[in-house]
């Protein structure tokens, strides 16, 4: 089965500090993609940051930051010297090779930065 | 450039009727999807197409249905609309086949239904 976990439904953060988002995974796929994407309270869906299962290196995207942790099976997103406009939804995302051309979605974590 | 687009951003309909959300990507992807987002922000995925299949996710009820007259367009018709059909659906497109290709996502269609 194919499934993304995130447990942190809310977080707050510091402005000016950092934080991690939690992300797990479970896939019986070798090779799969990771992504992070935003949604503000405009609606839209930014992509953010990508990491490949073969990849060796954390990906960064700027202040983004993906911790990758294969054998935990996760993927934490760290957003660095948070801004007011960091405040948002946050999705981890799978997309693992044996299912083609298929996303999975976490239920996302809405991050509130404080001033 | 818009690279996915969808229209209308607005829709607020009569339960019963019948109603499509049109969906263009203009990127040269050939994978398009479409997904509801719930009052709660959960994204369930409803459909993936590209020129070669149709993955329906099974607990769509079959009164919504994908239509592509083209690659670069996947509309959504949706019949006999029900309160719970109240959400916003997402359109999005990517290339096909790797792993390593991300979605883009439409802006969304807020659908409201009285």
């Known amino acids: 089965a194919q499934k993304i976990t995130q447990t942190q439904p809310g977080m707050f953060v510091q402005e000016k500090e950092a934080v991690t988002l939690d992300c797990t995974y479970d896939?019986?796929?070798?090779?799969?993609?990771l992504f992070w994407y935003k949604q503000p309270s405009s609606g839209e869906m930014i992509f953010l940051i990508y990491?490949?299962?073969?990849?060796?290196q954390n990906a960064t995207e700027g202040r983004y930051s993906l911790n990758f942790q294969k054998a935990r099976k996760s993927a934490n997103l760290v957003i660095s010297a948070s801004q007011l406009g960091d405040s948002a939804m946050y999705f981890c995302?799978?997309?693992?090779?044996?299912?083609?051309?298929?996303?999975?979605f976490g239920t996302g974590t809405s991050l509130t930065v404080i001033p | 450039d818009t690279a996915v687009s969808q229209t209308p951003k607005y829709l607020v309909t009569q339960m019963g009727n019948d109603k499509s959300i049109k969906c263009e990507q203009n990127?040269?992807?050939?994978?398009m999807y479409w997904y509801k987002q719930d009052s709660k922000k959960f994204l369930k995925i409803m459909f993936s197409?590209?020129?070669?299949?149709?993955?329906i996710n099974e607990t769509v009820p079959n009164r919504f249905s994908p239509k592509s007259p083209d690659k670069a367009h996947l509309n959504l018709h949706i019949n006999s609309l029900e309160l719970g059909d109240s959400a916003v659906y997402f359109c999005?497109?990517?290339?096909?086949?790797?792993?390593?290709?991300?979605?883009?996502f439409g802006p969304g269609t807020r659908l409201t239904v009285t």
């Open positions: 990491q490949g299962s073969y990849d060796e």
């Open positions: 999005a497109s990517s290339h096909g086949g790797r792993t390593y290709y991300e979605q883009y």
């Open positions: 896939t019986s796929d070798q090779s799969y993609g």
């Open positions: 197409y590209n020129n070669k299949e149709l993955i």
């Open positions: 995302a799978m997309r693992p090779r044996g299912t083609g051309n298929q996303f999975y």
């Open positions: 990127l040269g992807h050939d994978t």
